[in-house]
T-cell receptor, first 114, second 114 residues
Framework: NAGVTQTPKFRILKIGQSMTLQCTQD?????MYWYRQDPGMGLKLIYY???????DKGEVPNGYNVSRSTTEDFPLRLELAAPSQTSVYFC?????????????FGEGSWLTVV | DQQVKQNSPSLSVQEGRISILNCDYT??????FLWYKKYPAEGPTFLIS?????DKNEDGRFTVFLNKSAKHLSLHIVPSQPGDSAVYFC?????????????FGQGTELSVKP
């Protein structure tokens, strides 16, 4: 019963490097999300997808890119890492986000940019 | 501009007593409110929700109260247990005509002492 799985768990990047955070879900959810959590700031939505082939910007999309080629996978790409992208990243999925549909989160990826 | 606010970053309660976590919001059009619980090094997990047309929802030791006129909701945990020690996030769902996104508060760290 995997749910939402994201990798890697921890990563240190140098400024200017690029990397991809992987996310996969096995619940056949149409909706997938990427959030970042900064201390004292709650969870901010970076990008989301309402189905395969469809992605859209959230509250804080700058510096990130996503793709959704399958229902299961929703990778998050950092092209030119900056110290401001040091954060904890959470991938999540749901059947939908209206009417209080529950969002299921992965365990998080801790990213440090130095 | 923080649409969902949790003004208390931390709360300490004695085991067996009541824990009250508060949340304020600014958008009167939010149509669903949710509480998520997060343990260290884990992703948030859904705890309880309430529709905007209700003023109370109860699930075991957890009760959420909604005061729409004051744009305020609270989560009551009674009796509190040491295992309840975690960060609690309040969240609200935008109506679909405003994007339908889930907006999170900053979180309140609850510590229940034996």
């Amino acid at each position: 019963n995997a749910g939402v799985t994201q990798t890697p768990k921890f990563r240190i990047l140098k400024i200017g490097q690029s990397m991809t955070l992987q996310c996969t879900q096995d619940m056949n959810h149409n909706y997938m999300y990427w959030y970042r959590q900064d201390p004292g700031m709650g969870l901010k939505l970076i990008y989301y997808s309402v189905g395969a082939g469809i992605t859209d910007k959230g509250e804080v999309p700058n510096g990130y890119n996503v793709s959704r080629s399958t229902t299961e996978d929703f990778p998050l790409r950092l092209e030119l890492a900056a110290p401001s992208q040091t954060s904890v990243y959470f991938c999540a999925s749901s059947y939908g986000w209206d009417s209080g549909n529950t969002i299921y989160f992965g365990e998080g990826s801790w990213l440090t940019v130095v | 501009d923080q649409q969902v606010k949790q003004n208390s970053p931390s709360l300490s309660v004695q085991e067996g007593r009541i824990s009250i976590l508060n949340c304020d919001y600014t958008n009167s059009m939010f149509d669903y409110f949710l509480w998520y619980k997060k343990y260290p090094a884990e992703g948030p997990t859904f705890l309880i929700s309430i529709s905007s047309i209700k003023d109370k929802n109860e699930d075991g030791r957890f009760t959420v109260f909604l005061n729409k006129s004051a744009k305020h909701l609270s989560l009551h945990i009674v009796p509190s247990q040491p295992g309840d020690s975690a960060v609690y996030f309040c969240a609200a769902t935008e109506p679909s005509n405003q994007g339908g996104k889930l907006i999170f508060g900053q979180g309140t760290e609850l510590s229940v002492k034996p």
